[in-house]
Protein backbone atom coordinates (compact mmCIF):
# COMPACT_ATOMS: atom_id res chain seq x y z
CA UNK A 1 0.00 0.00 0.00
CA UNK A 2 1.30 3.24 -1.01
CA UNK A 3 1.46 5.41 2.02
CA UNK A 4 -0.37 8.84 1.74
CA UNK A 5 0.58 12.57 0.91
CA UNK A 6 0.62 12.69 4.50
CA UNK A 7 3.04 9.98 5.23
CA UNK A 8 4.85 10.13 2.53
CA UNK A 9 5.98 13.78 3.82
CA UNK A 10 6.54 12.61 7.31
CA UNK A 11 9.12 10.44 6.13
CA UNK A 12 10.37 12.71 3.74
CA UNK A 13 11.30 14.87 6.83
CA UNK A 14 12.92 11.85 8.20
CA UNK A 15 14.84 10.88 4.81
CA UNK A 16 15.74 14.42 4.94
CA UNK A 17 17.27 14.45 8.83
CA UNK A 18 19.24 11.16 8.08
CA UNK A 19 21.16 12.24 5.04
CA UNK A 20 21.47 15.49 6.41
CA UNK A 21 23.51 13.52 9.05
CA UNK A 22 25.48 11.54 6.93
CA UNK A 23 26.44 14.96 4.96
CA UNK A 24 28.19 17.03 8.28
CA UNK A 25 30.14 13.29 9.01
CA UNK A 26 31.38 13.66 5.39
CA UNK A 27 31.85 17.40 5.35
CA UNK A 28 34.17 16.74 8.28
CA UNK A 29 36.05 14.18 6.60
CA UNK A 30 36.41 16.79 3.51
CA UNK A 31 37.50 19.37 6.25
CA UNK A 32 40.38 17.18 7.78
CA UNK A 33 41.46 15.94 4.54
CA UNK A 34 41.73 19.19 3.28
CA UNK A 35 43.19 21.04 5.82
CA UNK A 36 44.24 19.20 8.61
CA UNK A 37 45.26 15.85 7.37
CA UNK A 38 48.46 16.01 9.03
CA UNK A 39 47.36 16.68 12.45
CA UNK A 40 43.78 14.90 12.75
CA UNK A 41 44.22 11.73 10.06
CA UNK A 42 43.48 9.89 13.14
CA UNK A 43 39.92 11.17 13.18
CA UNK A 44 39.33 9.43 9.88
CA UNK A 45 38.55 5.93 10.65
CA UNK A 46 36.24 6.72 13.16
CA UNK A 47 34.40 9.20 11.14
CA UNK A 48 34.29 6.55 8.05
CA UNK A 49 32.49 4.27 10.43
CA UNK A 50 30.12 6.90 11.58
CA UNK A 51 29.32 7.74 8.24
CA UNK A 52 28.57 3.90 7.71
CA UNK A 53 26.38 3.84 10.73
CA UNK A 54 24.61 6.84 9.77
CA UNK A 55 23.68 5.32 5.85
CA UNK A 56 22.22 2.28 7.53
CA UNK A 57 18.38 4.33 8.55
CA UNK A 58 19.06 5.89 4.68
CA UNK A 59 19.02 2.35 2.62
CA UNK A 60 16.20 1.65 4.92
CA UNK A 61 14.27 4.04 3.95
CA UNK A 62 15.29 4.43 0.59
CA UNK A 63 14.66 0.49 0.25
CA UNK A 64 11.29 0.20 1.78
CA UNK A 65 9.74 3.51 -0.52
CA UNK A 66 10.40 3.89 -4.01
CA UNK A 67 9.29 7.71 -3.71
CA UNK A 68 12.54 8.30 -1.93
CA UNK A 69 15.43 9.83 -4.72
Known amino acids: MTPSHEEQKAIKKEYAGYKRKVTELAGEIH ?30 LKAQHDFLN
Do not use: C, G, H, N
Open 31 to 60: DIVEDTIWSDYARLLTLSQEVQEAMKPVLE
